[in-house]
């Protein structure tokens, strides 16, 4: 599902594909949508697209002298679980293009096009930022801090932190993956209830999670008087602190190009899959050219017989012994991860 660096980096890309274009005409919407129609025509008109956590705002601007002379226009966009923009030739559309805006002549007819192929996404005429959600984790850091630690006697910090973290009203652009990336950077147990992680930080203090214990720093390693402005940078960058977590974590996701899920028309790399237990981590990718070598040679279809789909089966034992009685769910997945990453890893030495 989008998530605040997907929509980030799909109003980027309408702000680069459209740079210079020239649309015109009525707005079209598919007739299975249930959206609403969008009353614009115009001459002709320029696109522009901004982001804030989980929306997308796109402005429809005529140009001086454009036909019938009218005002500009807001639409904001909700991706739900696979809106996407994608610029396409006219005669050329791409399937489940819900809402489509045409340039105008003479240049090559040109379509920007919001897809969804799932149809959970949506659009609305009045232009405004959703009004109960809070600032933006990407772009609006200092307001969206502030805002968390202000209000931490609000009942939805009485839940997990798990849960909390997905409470747009605080962390607007926060999703699943960004959830689980940054719980697991800290080492923050999914369950623990969200003021006893945040309270620490309202009073200027790291808290650490080990486990289910809790050590609590009196002083942040980055406030000391002693070190120098660089030092305490370094140190800060060393030692993020959950919020700090929430703006650094999505901002390396708009870095690389999107995560799993993209707002964006962008090519995807098949040939690549991650370990399991890695996910999210490049250096545990293997190559199609690998699993093909521990595949083994492909087996020959007999004339007139369907094969039908197969899981991709790997040289491995089926059963992984784990010494690990006791050990709470979350942990015993990572370390089930872990060591099928390294017999794999194994395998493929053995393999050269």
Known sequence: MPEGPELHLA?????????????????????????????FESSAYYISAAARGKELRLTLSPLPGAQ???EPL?????????????????????????????????????TLCFVDIRRFGHWDLSGEWQPGRGPCVLLEYEQFRENVLRNLADKVFDRPICEALLDQRFFNGIGNYLRAEILYRLR?????????????????????????????LPVRPDRSPKLTLSQKIKAKLQNPDLLELC??????????????????????????????????????FLSEQQLSSLRGPASKTPKGKRRGRRPT????????????????????????????GQRLLQTLKDKD
């Open 68 to 70: 019938p002379p009218r």
């Open 247 to 284: 703006h650094s974590v999505p901002k390396e996701v708009v870095q690389l190009g999107g995560s799993w899920t993209s707002g964006t028309q962008r090519t995807t790399r098949p040939q690549a899959r991650p370990l399991p237990g890695h996910e999210g981590h490049g250096e545990a």
């Open 188 to 216: 923050i147990p999914p369950f623990e209830k969200a003021r006893t992680v945040l309270e620490a930080l309202k009073q200027h203090r790291l808290v650490r999670v080990q486990g289910r214990r809790h050590t609590h």
């Open 74 to 110: 807001a639409l904001i966009f909700h991706f739900g679980m696979s809106g996407s923009f994608q610029l396409a030739p006219s005669n050329a559309l791409p399937p489940h293009a819900h809402l489509r805006f045409y340039t105008a002549p003479p240049g090559p007819p040109l």
């Open 11 to 39: 109003s980027r890309f309408v702000n680069e594909a459209c740079r210079g274009l020239v649309f015109g005409g009525c707005v079209e919407k598919s007739p299975i949508s249930r959206n609403p129609e969008v009353p």
């Open 313 to 340: 089966q790997v040289g491995l034992p089926e059963h992984l012994p784990l010494e690990m009685e006791g050990a709470p769910p979350n942990e015993l997945s990572r370390r089930k991860g872990r060591q099928f």
